[in-house]
Nanobody, 129 residues
Framework: VQLQASGGGLVQAGGSLRLSCAAS????????MAWFRQAPGKGREFVAA????????YYVDSVKGRFTIFRDNVKNTAYLQMNSLKPEDTAVYSC???????????????????????WGKGTQVTVSS
């Protein structure tokens, strides 16, 4: 299984970027996908998740209304559209895949950062002020 994140770069505050996570070697629609980020000197932070079969989404409060996670199960790719970027969004962003779970806390593995099946390498996002 490979998860390849791309789309990072340097952007001014208020700008936008779209990240992509291309997956291979797994039955993509059977996996929930998530984005994480890690800023310099800080721990890894869960950002957003999307369920495999019905694209239900979950966002942490700090990105609600600014970021949108979506997926294309034909292209085996998950995306993170980031708008109204702030300097504090600067981080390495990475994606992860977890076998699909249902129920009200279907995203719990991502939130707890425990039991996640696959991790991808990151892409750097830098937001200048």
């Amino acid at each position: 299984v490979q998860l390849q994140a791309s789309g990072g770069g340097l952007v001014q505050a208020g700008g936008s970027l779209r990240l992509s996570c291309a997956a291979s070697g797994l039955s993509f629609s059977a996996y929930n996908m998530a984005w994480f980020r890690q800023a310099p000197g800080k721990g890894r932070e869960f950002v957003a998740a999307i369920r495999g079969s019905d694209s239900r989404t979950y966002y942490v409060d700090s990105v609600k209304g600014r970021f949108t996670i979506f997926r294309d199960n034909v292209k085996n790719t998950a995306y993170l559209q980031m708008n109204s970027l702030k300097p504090e969004d600067t981080a390495v962003y990475s994606c992860a895949a977890d076998r699909q779970r249902f129920g009200p806390r279907w995203y719990s593995d991502f939130m707890d950062q425990s039991g996640i099946d696959y991790w991808g390498k990151g892409t750097q996002v830098t937001v200048s002020s």
